[in-house]
Structure formats: C-alpha cells, structure tokens
C-alpha cells in the first residue's frame, strides 16, 4: 500500500474516531449533572491526535529507512551476486531498477537493472505491508489508549492545548534551527576556504579571478575588494538614488496630499512592485533598460559604455525596492502624532513646511529604520544582477562601466564544473557568509531603529 493510500486511511481513522468519542462525550453531557471539565470536541481532538500523530510520525521515520532496507534486501538476493563494487555504477543500476520497479521509466540503460528490478518488487511490497500493519496497529492502538481516558472528569481541553502549544514551539524552533544550520554550514565551509586563502586577502585583495588560480597563491585571484565595491555601488548607490526620492515622495503624497479615494487605489497599486518576481525585473533590465541605457551613453557621447552597465541594473533594482521606502515611510508618517501636524498649522505654516520641519524630522528614525531594510534587499538581490550587471569584477565609479556584485559571483562559481573543494568553489561560501553578516547587521540597525522610533510615540 503506498503512502498516499496510508494517507487517506489514517486520516479517515482519525475522522471516525474524532466523530465516535464526541458522541461519546454528548452522552457524558446529558447524563451527569456535574459540570464536565471539557467540551465534547476537545474529547474526539484528543482522541484524533492519538489515532493519527503515532501513525505519522512512523511514516516520517519508515520513508527516511525503509529506501535502504529494500536495497539491503535486494543486494541479498542471489541476482546481485553481478553488481560491480560499491561506487557510481553500482548506485546507477540499483537505481535505474528501482525507477523500473516503481514503474517510473520504462528503458534501463543496463541489463542488469531488468534483471534486479522483480527484486526491488517483491521488497517494496513486503516492505509495504509490513508499514500497512504497523501504521493499523499504531493508529488503533493509540486511538483505544486515548479512548479509555474519556471519561467527564478527564480534562482533554489541557491535553489539547499541550500540544497546540508544541505544535507553536516545534514552528519556532524550526525556523531557529533552519537559521543555525545555515549559519553553520557557511561557517564550516567557509574556513576550509580561509585555510586555504588567508582571509586577509580575500576582504583586502582588489585582484578577484577565480578562473586563474596560482595553487601556490591563490589569494593572490581571490580579493574580493571588486566585489564589494559593485555590490554597495549597484545596490547602495544607484538604487537607492532611485528608490529613496521616489518611495519617499510617493509616501508623503499618499498621507499628506492624497484624497482617500486616490489613497485606496494607489498605495495597492504601488505595493504590487512588491510582489512581482525578481526575474521579470531581471528580463525586464537585461533586455529594456540596459539597451535604453546605452543608447543613451552613446547619445551623449559615451561610445565605450556597456551593455551590460550598472547602471541599468541599479535602476531596475531601485525600482524594485520604492515599495519598501515607501511602506516604512508611510508607517513612519502616520504614527506621528496628529497634534505636531495641527500644531505647525496653526502656528501659519504651509502643509509643505509642515511636512518638511516637522513631520519629515519626526518620522525620520523610521524613515531611516526602512532604507536600511531596503539596503539589505538591495544588496541580497540576485536575479536583475545575474541578467542585467556583468561578471567582471571592476574597481569602478562610472555607472555606465560594467561591474559586478558578490550574488552574481556566488552563482557563477557554483554552477561550473570545478571540483566542491577547490578554493573556487568554497569562495562562493566565504562570500555568502560576508553577505550575511552584512545584512544581519544592517537589518539589526534599521530594526533597532524603528523600534526606538515605534517606543517614542506610542
């Protein structure tokens, strides 16, 4: 029985347990006078989750095991007695058998696969049963278990809330966890790299060729200077003299000027930027921007600027980014006290010197708190710098030069060929894990920012 099957029927085992003890728990209602310690759903709950939660978590554990305990079984068998030594080829066949067992390919590029694959038959479907009968035994087991406990002094309602509340941990430290593995794996790789390279190298070295390396010195092609400098010229510069003014400007339109009317369509219009995928905006700059850009370089005499500028991949990037300004922008301005604004008018300034001398120094830490927000997204961008911006790492200020950033190198490194462990390969981590100390760091500031701005006003 495959898993979808065990599925359903745990689920339907669930369902039917959940309905026979709420029953049991109306009766309980209508025949004690004392007041019962919980409601007739929160007794099929409890009894539901001991049906269905043993079950699955045996599910979960069988589908991570029993992959190797089938092909335990298959090597057993006499056929096996051909396959090559452990490594690739053995691996290759004792998978193209069980794609052909599975009935997901119908060819097999060895013969030997034909021949294993009524093997890997046969033990799937033992091993099938074998999880059919435990999964039964489980379910029913834990069902009867949690079904002799309902009783009207027996408060399910605190078993329940036990374990909504593990359920609310288990999410939590899921995202913990996921943040401390990532951590972690760029630490470790990360070093292998720095005992390689030295690290003072790779952060003041303004040479960055990973294509040449010197194994004597490989420092010497890895200075990763260019690339930091393209990645806070593109994304630090450029784009924020975009998204700035423009996210700026549109949040004081929308909460100063704007009719509510105008408002209600025009802040979700505007938050749509938000949503639309980073590679439209790559296609977008790679194949209008860059072009108009250099159209326009070379109008104005600029005959050597590239297709490939940063320029064109800032403009895309900061447009991208005007609704992060903007949203925290706007939140800044309304939170500040409608008494400051009324105050300034009354006293005979204009709603333009209200807004600039008042409100704007008011709102300005969380101003503040959402361009350095919006900065680390910038920075963290990948797709409009993998189609719009260059792959050669230039030391540059020139907006219509081609520049590079250290997302773009990341995935060039890692989509060649080169072994995993060679200093090219293992650069693409040691700059992730700069990436990430850089952003963490920024989005540190701007969150201390705004929550200092956010304890001024409330």
């Known amino acids: 029985m495959n898993g979808a099957i065990l599925l359903i029927l745990i689920v339907g085992l669930g369902v039917i347990a959940w309905a026979s003890t709420r029953m049991r728990a109306l009766g309980f209602r209508r025949g004690h006078v ?19 939660v043993p079950p699955l978590i045996f599910l979960a554990v069988w589908a991570a095991t029993s992959p190797a305990l089938v092909t335990e079984m298959v090597i057993a068998t006499p056929a096996a007695a051909q396959l090559p030594p452990p490594g690739f080829e053995r691996a290759a066949i004792l998978s193209e058998a069980r794609a052909l067992a599975a009935g997901r390919t119908h ?16 033990a ?23 079904y002799l406990h309902v009783r009207p002094d027996f408060s399910a309602r605190t078993r329940i809330e036990r ?9 939590s ?20 790299f720095f005992s ?51 996210g700026l400007m549109s949040a004081i339109y929308l909460t100063q000027y704007a009719a509510p009317r105008a408002r209600r369509i025009m802040k979700p219009v505007l938050e749509v930027l938000a949503g639309i995928p980073t590679v439209v905006y790559g296609y977008f700059a790679a194949l209008t921007v860059a072009p108009a850009v250099r159209q326009f370089a070379v109008a104005i005499g600029i005959d050597w600027a590239s297709s490939e500028s940063a320029l064109a991949a800032g403009l895309v990037m900061g447009v991208m980014i005007i609704p992060f300004v903007s949203s925290m922008a706007d939140d800044s301005l309304a939170a500040v006290p409608s008494a400051m604004r009324d105050g300034s008018l009354a006293m005979g300034a204009t709603t333009s010197e209200t807004i600039t001398r008042v409100m704007l120094p008011a709102a300005l830490p969380g101003v503040v708190g959402g361009v ?3 900065v680390s997204r910038a920075i963290g961008e990948t797709m409009i710098v993998v189609m719009a911006a260059s792959g050669v790492a230039t030391l540059t200020a020139n907006p219509f030069a081609s520049t590079t950033t250290v997302t773009r190198q990341i995935v060039d490194l890692l989509t060649g060929e080169a072994e995993f462990d060679s200093p090219k390969t293992l650069a693409a981590f040691a700059l992730g894990l700069t990436l990430f100390i850089i952003t963490l760091l920024l989005n540190i500031v701007a969150l201390s920012v705004v929550k200092r701005y956010r304890e001024s006003y409330e």
């Open 372 to 374: 350095l927000l919006a």
């Open 163 to 171: 374990v909504v509340l593990g359920l609310l941990l288990g999410a």
């Open 196 to 246: 390689v390279v030295p690290i003072t190298d790779f952060l003041f070295g303004t040479h960055w060729s990973p294509q040449v390396i010197d194994p004597r010195d490989p420092g010497a092609s890895l200075g990763a200077v260019p690339l930091f400098w393209g990645t806070f010229f593109i994304g630090a510069v450029i784009a924020m003299a975009v998204a700035i003014p423009f």
């Open 173 to 192: 430290l899921i995202a913990i966890l996921t943040t401390a593995g990532i951590v972690a794996s760029l630490l470790y790789e990360a070093g292998r």
């Open 107 to 122: 060819g097999a590029f060895h013969a030997l696969s034909r021949t294993l694959a009524p093997a890997y038959d046969r």
């Open 124 to 146: 799937q479907t033992r091993f099938d049963w074998i999880a059919t009968a435990i999964v039964l035994l489980l379910a029913l087991a834990g069902g009867a278990y949690a």
């Open 34 to 52: 004392a007041r019962v310690s919980s409601l007739p759903h929160h007794h099929g709950w409890y009894v539901a989750l001991w049906t269905v």
